[in-house]
């Protein structure tokens, strides 16, 4: 699952800069922002794996505060200001190396380390907010034992109405001088994304159950999520052409219908994956069995070193698209996409492989330089 949501992360990045890279008005251009949607559920999927795993390995374990928020904010801390510097330096090189100064590049790093706007870090900024609060869904879940459907049921109005009446039609409408940077910058901000950690450890929680349900009804889910895939054609362009709504808002991710349709492809990922581990250890099975669990170890150093890539397909696309029709590097999408997935694969591999750059894609491997001393 860890594999499927990143790719589809990926897959989200990479076509966005293939649609800017287009000609506005031209038949790839308005494919392509017709066709977006289908991928706005990678966000919503990797952060219910995040709650998923969390409550997997605690919720049956006592928590010392001090030792968890260490362990995972320092895990997850240096890569998000590591990365952030390269990616800036990569950009300011690339794109502004006139105007590039050390001194330039470091206030515009540290902006970007403390409100995380750029090069995909939000995750990050989100997820290390996620752990403080960790603690405190773990004793709810733990007081309101035997009415978690309700608290699943209450967690899912909440992300409904906020998305349905506030980020969508009421937010885009206000002022929003002087407000707080999260309440400002939502997107930054973990509360509008509770739901998928509450739904991460529920499943857990009650995961024989939630498993013998999917298998019963796995065909209407696998229904459901293509028709909802297909509905998001039509969504676009109600609020492209019906509401008016410019680019950013008539994309939104943050809004009800993409709030069910991520629904439905967790439970449809969780589906694949239940039939994936029944066959996983056959001997034909074996060699992409490791791959998958390689990439599942490093999908979180993927995302991590996705902006390097993803820069340099920017720059190749900005170079080429005064001479290539847009039909044509449609065409290429795929290449693009196969060439962001293999740098960022490599790169965290490479750390991963060599002692101590694991600690930059949150895979610590210090202790394997030792033990080889030794």
Known sequence: MRCFFMLAVLATHVTSHYTDAFVNGSHSHELMLASHMMLHFARYGFMFITGLVLFLVYYNRKIHLKKFWIK????????YVFWMGVSLFITMWLFH?????????????????????RFYLYYLYVTMQFYLVFPLLVWLFKKTEGHHNTVLAISAAIQMIMLLFYVKYIFPNQSHAGWPFLLKYYGNNVFFYEDYFVLGGYVWIHYDTVKKCIRK????????????????????????????????????????????????????????SLKYAEVRTQ????????????????????????????????????????????????????????????????????????????????????????????
């Not at 190396?97 to 706007?117: E, G």
């Not at 809004?255 to 967790?266: D, E, F, K, L, N």
């Open 72 to 79: 995972h904010i320092g895990n997850i801390g240096i890569p």
């Open 97 to 117: 190396r006139a105007d590039f100064t050390w001194n330039n590049w470091f206030t515009t790093w540290l902006n970007d380390v403390l409100y995380a706007k």
């Open 217 to 272: 009804y796995r065909y209407w889910i696998y229904s459901a999520t293509v028709l909802l895939s297909l509905g998001t054609i039509p969504l676009y362009l109600f609020n492209a052409k019906i509401m008016n709504f410019h680019r950013h808002l008539s994309q939104l991710a943050h809004q009800p219908y993409i709030m069910v349709y991520s629904t439905a492809v967790i439970l449809s990922a969780i589906s694949v």
């Open 283 to 374: 001997p034909k099975w074996q060699r992409f069995s490791k791959l998958v669990g390689m990439t599942s170890l490093l999908s979180f150093g993927i995302y991590l070193t996705q902006t390097a890539p993803i820069i340099l397909l920017d720059h190749f696309l900005t170079t080429v698209n005064i001479y290539v029709p847009s039909w044509q590097l449609l065409i290429m999408l795929p290449f693009g996409l196969l060439f962001v997935i293999a740098v960022a694969w490599l790169i965290s591999y490479f750390c991963f492989k060599v002692p101590p750059l694991g600690i930059l894609i949150g895979r610590p491997n210090w202790k394997k330089k030792k033990a080889k001393a030794a």
